[in-house]
């Protein structure tokens, strides 16, 4: 059995627009929920083997504050800016060739190419994941090479909408 947890980056900023939109940080309530989220996930025991994060300022920014939260070694994630340019194709690959020895994976990225690839493997539908929202999803394989569409099982899907009033 595998895990995959696929996270939306936290709410990134447009006040500079001279910015292009890989260098967008992190506003002030993406600077609140990532943390928040991370908590929650820490309350449930959850501390995946690898994260894998895109390499655009704010979902490095929001895997960092998860892994912080969740006590996984900030020096053991991975950035791959291929996930920033991924369509669900690329990002189902990247996810097809991971180490079977990762029983539990971490996918931090952007829309709406996180909620396409959990709907893909899942048999639980989801509108949109929300920024720093989680898509949980329980895969029954021992091999991630043995992923294929609607194998999946969902396990839960929360967001800080959910518990938050946003600002």
Known sequence: MKTLYLVRHAKSSWKDISLDDFDRPL?????????????????????PNLII???????KKTAKI??????????????????YEAGSTELFEIIKNQDNQ?????????????????????????????TSGISCIKLPIENWKELKAKIGEYSFFD?????LVSS
């Open 159 to 163: 967001y800080p909408k959910r518990h």
């Open 53 to 59: 994060a895109s390499s655009a300022k704010r979902a």
């Open 102 to 130: 990762v029983k539990s994976l971490m996918l931090v990225g952007h829309n709406p190419e996180l909620t396409s690839l959990s709907n893909y493997l899942s048999d639980y539908e989801i509108l949109n994941i929300p």
């Open 27 to 47: 506003n002030k309530r993406g600077k609140r929920d990532a943390p928040f989220m991370g908590k929650r996930l820490k309350k449930q025991g959850i501390k």
């Open 66 to 83: 998860f892994a912080e939260e969740m006590g996984y070694p900030e020096g053991k994630i991975k950035f791959a800016k291929k996930i």
